[in-house]
């Protein structure tokens, strides 16, 4: 197992090729404050903090010591990640690397080409040295000034210990988040996950006694980029809507594994068995689990004797299992999420005639329509303000939008192909979603509020149901 020391952020990633078999991850690393010894440090015309003005940002090649070939290989790495990281997130207008490469490489900021760097329209450049330090390297870190009143000055310093070649993407994560952070005071999702469910595997379906019975869907997970794609299921059924634990930890999801619809619950990461916290039948099918902010409930559609579904939650242990829309015989109450302060919970029902979207308190009171005269469904709450959801009754849908302090609902997407399942980012800035623009079902992601950047995440076979994770602790 690799272990990777951190004094500000306790960080933690993994992967697993199944769920049951227990992944290497790295531990947390460490960042402390770079000073620049040669310099004083001194009030700059051009701000990377101030949120009224977006500064341009250049990264130049990040150095190792000569003839360490693989200590520049991954220099070279967090470099490239880096720039893509927070390039994402759009707080700094970031110049390519192709044009950076065209200017010579400084070995150290007095050094640094600023004049060059000024041409390409650069506020700041990101300088990063690679040393080894035992079975880790350190990373030192400067950003240096190239506008303003006195160019080649140091804005931003750190050092990041405990990198490792094995962990050069998850270091370089971090980097970006603590980066993000420092300069723009902004939660970064670059130490984030996505699960999702995909049938690329083209593994049969197994016990559905038809000619024909299709290919099995099994769950997924991969870093926020759609890097380090990894299956942790393999019971060749149908397994959908996988949801992370607010730790990052677990996930919950639906499996016809036993032969009716049931929660599972599944660690990827090694830490614990697998579970079934709602205990379903042949006449009771449990679906669309989803967990309370504080991890010790799950809320989940159930039928009753096969029937209509409800809106339940039960502990995380399978215990104190509660009805919070009994008495509904003649219509579905499924697809619940929590609030982010765990007081309400949005679901869609089809009381009215079509599928639109209701509201509720967290104990089942007060349930109120929110979602007025349009087909709509999956709704995902994001810290922002809004409700994500899937919009449209025809052959495609759209991701749109609930305002829930202004009480307005905007259309996200495009219009291109049908576009459902909408996850919302932890820091509520981008939603992940099930497209058909490609052809077949992929997951993609699109900023809020704006509707751009539409970014392709998978590529391999049919993917659906996205789940994005919170940022690990």
């Not at 700059?44 to 010591?65: K, N, W």
């Not at 070279?76 to 207008?93: G, H, N, P, Q, S």
């Not at 200017?103 to 506020?123: C, E, K, N, R």
């Not at 603590?178 to 995909?198: I, N, P």
């Amino acid at each position: 197992m690799l272990r990777l020391r951190f004094v500000l952020t306790a960080f933690a990633v993994g992967t697993a090729a199944l769920a049951t078999a227990a992944a290497p991850r790295p531990g947390p690393l460490s960042s402390e404050p770079l000073q620049d010894p040669s310099r004083q440090q001194t009030q700059l015309e051009v701000s990377m903090t101030d949120p009224g003005y977006h500064p341009r940002l250049g990264i130049q090649a990040f150095s190792a010591p000569p003839g360490d070939t693989e200590l520049a290989a991954a220099a070279r790495t967090i470099a490239e990640v880096l720039w893509a990281d927070l390039d994402f997130e759009k707080d700094y207008y970031m110049i390519s690397l192709g044009e950076g490469a065209r200017i010579p490489t400084a070995a150290t900021p007095q050094a640094l080409a600023v004049q060059q760097w000024s041409q390409l329209g650069a506020d700041f450049v990101l300088m990063g040295t690679a040393r080894r330090s035992g079975d880790t390297f350190v990373l030192d870190l400067r950003s240096i000034t190239v506008r303003g009143r006195e160019p080649g000055s140091q804005a931003f310093g750190r050092q990041y210990q405990g990198c490792t070649v094995q962990n050069v993407r998850a270091c370089a994560h971090y980097i970006a988040d603590d980066f993000h952070k420092e300069t723009r005071g902004l939660e970064g999702v670059a130490q984030t996950r996505l699960a999702f469910v995909s049938n690329r595997d083209r593994t049969a379906l197994t016990g559905r006694p038809i000619p024909n019975p299709g290919v099995s869907k099994e769950v997924y997970i991969a870093d926020y980029d759609g890097a380090n794609q990894r299956r942790v299921t393999a019971n060749q059924k149908l397994n959908i809507k996988p949801r992370w634990s607010p730790d990052a930890s677990s996930i919950v999801y639906t499996s016809w594994e036993s032969g009716f619809q049931d929660l599972y619950v599944i660690h990827p990461f090694g830490r614990g068995p697998r579970s079934r916290p709602a205990a379903g039948s042949d006449e009771v099918h449990n679906q669309l689990g989803a967990w309370s902010p504080d991890g010790q409930w799950l809320v989940y559609a159930s039928s009753v004797n096969g029937g209509r579904h409800d809106v339940w939650v039960v502990r995380h242990d399978g215990s104190a299992r509660r009805n919070l829309t009994p008495n509904t015989p003649n219509w579905d109450d499924t697809s619940p999420t929590w609030s982010p302060d765990g007081a309400k919970i949005a679901f869609t029902s089809s009381r009215s005639g079509t599928p639109q979207i209701y509201m509720m308190a967290a104990d089942g009171t007060g349930v109120q329509r929110i979602i007025s005269n349009q087909h709509s469904d999956a709704p995902t709450w994001s810290p922002l303000n809004y409700i994500a959801f899937a919009l449209g009754g025809g052959p495609g849908h759209d991701i749109a939008i609930y305002d829930t302090l202004r009480n307005e609902v905007r259309v996200l997407t495009d219009g291109f192909g049908s576009n459902e399942s909408p996850s919302v980012a932890p820091n509520g800035r981008h939603i992940a979603f099930t497209t058909t623009r490609w052809g077949r079902e992929q997951i993609a992601i699109v900023d809020y509020p704006t509707g751009r950047n539409v970014r392709r995440i998978t590529e391999a076979g049919a993917n659906s149901f996205p789940d994005w994770s919170r940022r690990p602790r």
